[in-house]
């Protein structure tokens, strides 16, 4: 590939992970400024925490489509079958990096779990699948909303690999997971603490 075949689908999938789904709907639903309520985090688990269950929805909805459309609209942008595949994932994988460090909100964002798995439903479904199985098995067992995020993202680039992925795709999951894995540095200390709070419950 070019180098104008890797940065288009980077840079297009940038700027609709980047929009701040759950920012603009708190507001709009009189919520307040989400990045000042729990977490900080612009994600559908922190809109939760804002009481508007609804609003959740949403945001979990629309963070998940604005990582499936950055998969679509790369493959589209990129030609010919074996470059759209991988242009298609540098888009997923731009999509998570526009969620975590959006531009407009000085790079503080999300931690790209739902825009992940956007990534994963559009560009491997049964790989995303597979994912979203470990995340509701873990948080059945657990009820922690992180550790079932830490759970799929670990688990993830293994199933790529199991199932036969090609190398560039295996990469592409493996490099969303880290990134997953990094934005929960603090759950992961407060796991470890005892200390992490219970879905439905605290901050």
Same mark, same amino acid.
Do not use: C
């Given at each position: 590939?070019?180098?104008?075949?890797?940065?288009?689908?980077?840079?297009?999938?940038?700027?609709?992970?980047?929009?701040?789904?759950?920012?603009?709907?708190?507001?709009?639903?009189?919520?307040?400024?989400?990045?000042?309520?729990?977490?900080?985090?612009?994600?559908?688990?922190?809109?939760?925490?804002?009481?508007?269950?609804?609003?959740?929805?949403?945001?979990?909805?629309?963070? @998940? !489509?604005?990582? =499936? +459309?950055?998969?679509?609209? &790369?493959?589209? #942008?990129?030609?010919? /079958? $074996? %470059?759209? *595949?991988?242009?298609?994932?540098?888009?997923?994988?731009?999509?998570?990096?526009?969620?975590?460090?959006?531009?407009?909100?000085?790079?503080?964002?999300?931690?790209?779990?739902?825009?992940?798995?956007?990534?994963?439903?559009?560009?491997?479904?049964?790989?995303?699948?597979?994912?979203?199985?470990?995340?509701?098995?873990?948080?059945?067992?657990?009820?922690?909303?992180?550790?079932?995020? @830490? !759970?799929?993202? =670990? +688990?993830?680039?293994?199933? &790529?690999?199991? #199932?036969?992925?090609? /190398? $560039? %795709?295996? *990469?592409?999951?493996?490099?969303?997971?880290?990134?997953?894995?990094?934005?929960?540095?603090?759950?992961?200390?407060?796991?470890?603490?005892?200390?992490?709070?219970?879905?439905?419950?605290?901050?």
């Amino acid at each position: 590939m070019t180098a104008g075949s890797v940065i288009a689908p980077l840079l297009t999938g940038y700027a609709l992970g980047s929009v701040p789904f759950g920012l603009l709907l708190t507001r709009l639903g009189g919520a307040g400024d989400l990045r000042h309520i729990g977490s900080g985090s612009i994600g559908a688990t922190n809109v939760l925490r804002t009481g508007r269950k609804g609003l959740a929805a949403a945001t979990l909805v629309l963070d @998940l !489509a604005k990582g =499936a +459309a950055a998969v679509l609209l &790369a493959r589209q #942008l990129t030609g010919e /079958p $074996q %470059a759209a *595949a991988t242009g298609a994932l540098l888009g997923g994988l731009g999509a998570v990096l526009g969620h975590m460090f959006p531009v407009w909100l000085k790079f503080r964002g999300g931690k790209g779990v739902a825009t992940g798995f956007g990534v994963l439903l559009a560009a491997m479904p049964l790989v995303g699948a597979i994912a979203a199985l470990v995340w509701l098995g873990v948080a059945a067992a657990v009820r922690i909303s992180s550790a079932s995020a @830490l !759970a799929a993202a =670990a +688990a993830t680039p293994i199933v &790529a690999w199991l #199932l036969g992925r090609p /190398p $560039q %795709a295996v *990469a592409a999951v493996l490099a969303i997971a880290v990134l997953v894995v990094i934005r929960h540095h603090a759950n992961i200390a407060r796991l470890l603490a005892g200390t992490e709070p219970r879905i439905g419950r605290g901050a």
